[in-house]
């Protein structure tokens, strides 16, 4: 059974890894995480392999995130298995973003969590029409992870830290604004696509050539982005310090334009998680100057210690389990939340041997890779 949850075949010198749980919208499960990376690492050194396509089967979902459902499971029952999920999911993600040849995440409705871990380490990253992108985790009490850290505090301005605090969905011309993807294709031509690249003619590198098909099928960029609209409002509200700062600066919101998305946006991160809120905007602030792997290691420390002092399992509970959603938050309000709470989720990790870099707002996305 497991085996199937990942399908894998290889044709016209690319493996193709589809993720098979579509009853589940494709979440990840501790299998399916070792079966990508065994995939993965025997086409790296397979010569015949000039590139992979990741994609989802179903219609809902690409993948939207790992099976929270298992992994309070397996924190209630005390096997253990939550910790050892994390520790290869971060591994799997970390080794997509180095990958000597190039990924296409072929992506479609949800792609949440452990999904975007998934797609934004690939060098191409395809979204469709009805493509829903997001890191939702500070509405079940936990902090985006699978290295958002990294990827999320570079997009442009505060757009990064305003997706992850608030957890929002974004659409596929936002996926396009903020550089979460790189392409739109539409949902009617995707099967053609496919076919297209079975009889695709390798006649440049691997990367060039996928491009090339792409951009005679899909678009750079799309109209409609609505945070485009919101950019100038985000970043100024967004480059506090502190939750309570930047829901304070909302209230203070006096721009007619602006003021409805203030109010909605200040009601959003009152329902989430003040200690999940407040620690990401930590983890972000401290991951815009790490390396990639630094910022790995830093989610890694907080997930260590999340299961038993943080809110995940009180967000699971409610939203999941038994579904009262009614969560009680501990802190319960933004109001009681201390710098010294967060500061404890961060003691201890060694920052000694970190390595700092300039923040960027683009990912380099350059292959050396050729077929």
Known sequence: MEQNTLLAHTHNHLGYLTL??????????????????????????????????????????????????ALYDSHQTGEGMHHVFFDEEYALDQYIHAYRKPIVALTHGFVLGGGMGLMQGAQIRVVSDDTRLGMPETGIGFFPDVGASYFMPRLPGELGIYLGVTGLHIRAADALFTGLADWCLPSDRRDEFEHRLDDLEWNTSALECLNTLLASMASPKLLGAELKAMAAAIDVHFAFDTVQDICASLRAEDRYAFQDWAEQTLALINNRSPLAVSVTLELF??????????????????????FDKGDLIEGVRALIVDKDKRPQWNPATLAEMTPQLIADFFAGFDYATATYIAPLHTKDRSCTTSN
């Open 20 to 69: 098979n749980r579509p009853t589940g919208l494709n979440a990840l499960t501790l299998p399916m995480i070792r079966l990508l990376d065994e995939h993965l690492r025997q086409w790296a050194d397979d010569p015949e392999i000039y590139a992979v396509i990741l994609r989802g089967n179903g219609e809902k979902a690409f993948c939207a995130g790992g099976d929270i459902r």
């Open 285 to 306: 602030r401290r991951g815009r100057e790490l390396s990639l792997s630094d910022c790995f290691r830093l989610e890694a420390h907080l997930t260590e210690q999340w």
